[in-house]
């Protein structure tokens, strides 16, 4: 039992910790745009806006709720919850060295857990009963499932090199050298899948304000809203830190971790300020036509060389 308390504890600090992490990168997020576009960000509330944040939250969850009236109530509630509720739960498998995680297969729960969010994404979408919210969820469901196909097949590349599920393995087995020298080309498709699957600039066809006002969350307000906000922005800080895993050494027990997480984080922010969005053609071709016969490549390069490695050992 105690063990099971101490579980519940190490995971309720890890959620307040990552909530927090979030609050302060949405506030990251509005000054390095700001800076981007020549202008300053939020700097009225507390010191230097320190404070906006937390603000913003308050404003949003203290508002009116309103529902469309011919929305399915009940899914439309609960898909923002539901979001949010698996974009916290992929944290358990962050390679942390307490009885809370490190967990073998935690790979394996990754991409489970992050096949299972199109649905959320999908049901708030349809049961809005709106034509926008529809078309939204539409085509971010599209796109989440196109490139979670190339991003299983970069992740079985760098899989196959570690012959394991745990990540705490791919940080032992990058103790001399980086993966990102072994595997750039990877690590820079990698790092695209992951924007195109967070729904993030160049990729937000999602939230297409010129021709889909807001996409999936467009009748969503207040608290919904907020949800719906907090699950993409932990989807952020989730990807970012399992790219430092898979590539950047991993070496949790460093301080060097956590400003590696920071620059790639950063690195999200500076491609929504400096590209523009992508077409969505072109975005399906980039999946389907280019990533995945590459991805694929890779793979049988990468399973070839182990099994020529083998043989002379044998």
Known sequence: MKDLFLVFVSFLILVIC?????????LLERKVLGYIQIRKGPNKVGFMGLVQ???DAIKLFTKEQVYPFMSNFNLYYLSPMMNLFLALMLWLCMPLVTSLVGFEFSFLFFLCLSSLGVYTVMLAGWSSNSN??????????????????SMALILLSFLLMVISL???????????????????????MWIVSSLAETNRTPFDFAEGESELVSGFNVEYSSGGFAMIFLA?????LFMSMISVVLFLGGDIFSWLFFIKLVLLSYLWIWVR?????????????LAWKIYL??????????????????????
């Open 53 to 55: 944040p937390f603000s």
């Open 232 to 236: 993409e922005y932990s989807n952020i």
């Open 132 to 149: 926008y919210s529809m078309l939204g969820s539409l085509r971010s469901v599209a796109q989440t499932i196109s490139y979670e196909v």
């Open 273 to 285: 300020g400096t590209l523009p969005r992508f077409r969505y053609d072109k975005l399906m071709f």
């Open 18 to 26: 990552v909530l927090v992490g979030v609050a302060f990168l949405t």
């Open 293 to 314: 016969p590459v991805s694929l490549n890779f793979l049988l390069l990468f399973l070839g060389g182990k099994s020529l490695i083998y043989i002379l050992m044998v």
């Open 166 to 188: 745990n990540m705490i393995d791919m940080m032992k087995y990058q103790y001399y050298l980086w993966f990102i020298f072994m595997f750039f080309p990877l690590c820079l």
